[in-house]
């Protein structure tokens, strides 16, 4: 079923309804979603979205907090749009109705998370994200001028006089159909289904940036995965993500002998930066021998069962008490800082495709995102991408990108040229994950590209209708994007982590690794 249109949306998380509400009633909106309107990244944000919106805290203190957590690596623009528009709309948010958990003079209850001076993230107990998306859904799905389109899985970003004029896509039958419109917007979501451990649902598969890159738009800052250090790790129990807000309101993690180890590894102990800490709860398990656990044992159970209960009833579900018993935790990939280079509206280095969201790369975030950006980043620039496609201006074109060559000589072909997903994804956390080095990427970069040549020849056959193929091929294509640019990057900053190069290196690598 061919549909068209004034603007394209190409997801229903945040970014995407942010974009939604402002283009309502300039022209006809078609928003497309592979899975049910509701299913997004954005409904499993459990923390918060953090602005700066309390007596003690300023827009400067909380740019301050995201440049030192990015590493060297923010735009300053980006930040300053970040903090500074951001207040505005989640103050907006609060007029439409969030029902945001409120302290005893009703105002805004504000959580603590790591690497965050002051307690600035607003909350709706667990489930932030589930009450966002809600809030936004309501303004959208009434209206008659946008039309949303389920169970569609956009395949190729369709381009005339090197122009984006909208998507092919497959339905869950794996029929196709065309979405045309004036300007698109890739608003995704994450790609976390590329590493064998992750937070992220099934849906997060990469789509948007493998489809940018496969029209020749400009990725970046790709080897930059943040990797969440709290994950329920239990046998048989799905990897169900321990929101950084109950260390801020008290958690600890112990080792297997109950020891608050953190202070061993960063003075800003259990709150450092997620990066710090997922490598601190691995090099603990390794020296210890057990498990690295969560522990919320000395706080008030009523207090803990009234704040978090989705994460209560969870851990209920696999036979343990959040108040009481010991919770094993590890790190999982969970939000990719780089992805589909964008100015600070939104558009992408092909002329009328625009991207925000997870999907983008703004640069906001630099090497590693403070806790809680990320909602706020969905909700900002998913709004000025809106204002953007109403101006429908076009990009002027960008530099080349600029980036050294890689070095895969010596490098034995792998056996496997069509791996699975299961192939793909494990290769990925063994060779790409927390801990990097030359050998495991050069070997993981050499496996990818062989595959991803086998690919091509696939897609250009251009009668490829199977879902799940299509699926594996954005794992395919972001997870060799990924280990190429982790490659490249010698040294270690932020999230990326390199055992062989474990300093940062400001001189040669204060810089951004981009590819198209």
């Known amino acids: 079923m061919n549909a068209h249109g004034d603007f394209l949306i190409i997801g229903s998380g945040i970014a995407g309804l942010r974009a939604a509400v402002e283009l309502v009633n300039t022209g006809d909106v078609i928003v497309l979603t592979k899975a049910e309107p509701a299913e997004s990244n954005t409904g499993y944000a459990q923390g918060g979205i953090a602005a700066a919106v309390g007596v003690d805290d300023s827009c400067e203190r909380h740019a301050r907090d995201t440049i030192a957590a990015g590493d060297g690596l923010c735009e300053d623009a980006a930040v300053r749009v970040l903090v500074e528009e951001g207040c505005r709309y989640v103050l907006e948010l609060l007029d439409w109705g969030a029902a945001f958990d409120r302290d005893a003079h009703g105002q805004p209850a504000l959580g603590r998370e790591g690497a965050h001076s002051v307690r600035r993230v607003l909350h709706a107990k667990d489930t932030t994200g589930r009450e966002i998306a809600r809030v936004l859904w309501q303004r959208v799905a009434r209206q008659v001028d946008v039309r949303v389109l389920k169970d569609a899985l956009a395949v190729e970003v369709m381009t005339e006089d090197g122009r984006c004029v909208g998507v092919r896509f497959l339905d869950a039958q794996g029929r196709e159909s065309e979405a045309r419109a004036r300007v698109t917007l890739l608003a995704t979501g994450g790609a976390g289904q590329v590493f064998r451990e992750t937070t992220n649902p099934r849906i997060a598969t990469g789509d948007g940036i493998a489809l940018a890159y496969r029209a020749g738009a400009r990725v970046a800052d790709l080897e930059f995965v943040q990797f969440h250090?709290?994950?329920?790790?239990?046998?048989?129990?799905?990897?169900?993500?321990?929101?950084?807000?109950?260390?801020?309101?008290?958690?600890?993690?112990?080792?297997?002998?109950?020891?608050?180890?953190?202070?061993?590894?960063?003075?800003?102990?259990?709150?450092?930066?997620?990066?710090?800490?997922?490598?601190?709860?691995?090099?603990?398990?390794?020296?210890?021998?057990?498990?690295?656990?969560?522990?919320?044992?000395?706080?008030?159970?009523?207090?803990?069962?009234?704040?978090?209960?989705?994460?209560?009833?969870?851990?209920?579900?696999?036979?343990?008490?959040?108040?009481?018993?010991?919770?094993?935790?590890?790190?999982?990939?969970?939000?990719?800082?780089?992805?589909?280079?964008?100015?600070?509206?939104?558009?992408?280095?092909?002329?009328?495709?625009?991207?925000?969201?997870?999907?983008?790369?703004?640069?906001?975030?630099?090497?590693?995102?403070?806790?809680?950006?990320?909602?706020l980043e969905g909700l900002v620039f998913g709004a000025r991408a809106g204002q953007a496609m109403q101006r429908a201006v076009t990009l002027a074109a960008l530099p080349p990108p600029e980036f050294r060559p890689l070095n895969l000589e010596g490098q034995p072909p792998p056996a496997v040229s069509r791996p699975s997903e299961v192939e793909i994804r494990a290769l990925m956390w063994r060779s790409v994950g927390l801990f990097r080095e030359r050998d495991g990427l050069r070997r993981a970069v050499r496996f990818l590209e062989l595959a991803y040549g086998d690919l091509q020849e696939t897609l250009a056959s251009n009668d490829t209708r199977d879902v799940d193929e299509w699926r594996r091929a954005s794992l395919l294509t972001v997870a060799r994007l990924i280990s190429r640019a982790a490659l490249r990057r010698e040294e270690s900053r932020g999230a990326h982590f390199r055992s062989d190069f474990t300093a940062k290196d400001d001189l040669h690598w204060r810089t951004h690794v981009t590819e198209s």
Not at 244 to 251: K, N, Q
Not at 329 to 335: E, F, L, Q, S, W
């Open 229 to 375: 250090p709290t994950v329920l790790s239990v046998e048989g129990a799905p990897r169900f993500l321990m929101s950084e807000a109950l260390r801020g309101e008290g958690a600890r993690l112990i080792n297997d002998k109950g020891e608050h180890f953190m202070r061993r590894y960063d003075p800003a102990g259990d709150l450092a930066s997620r990066d710090i800490v997922a490598r601190a709860i691995v090099r603990e398990s390794e020296r210890t021998g057990a498990p690295v656990s969560l522990s919320l044992a000395h706080m008030n159970p009523a207090f803990v069962y009234e704040r978090f209960p989705s994460i209560a009833m969870m851990c209920q579900q696999v036979s343990l008490d959040l108040a009481r018993d010991r919770i094993p935790v590890g790190p999982a990939a969970h939000y990719v800082m780089g992805g589909v280079e964008t100015d600070l509206d939104g558009r992408t280095s092909v002329p009328g495709l625009f991207a925000a969201g997870e999907v983008a790369c703004t640069r906001a975030h630099g090497a590693n995102r403070l806790a809680s950006n990320s909602l």
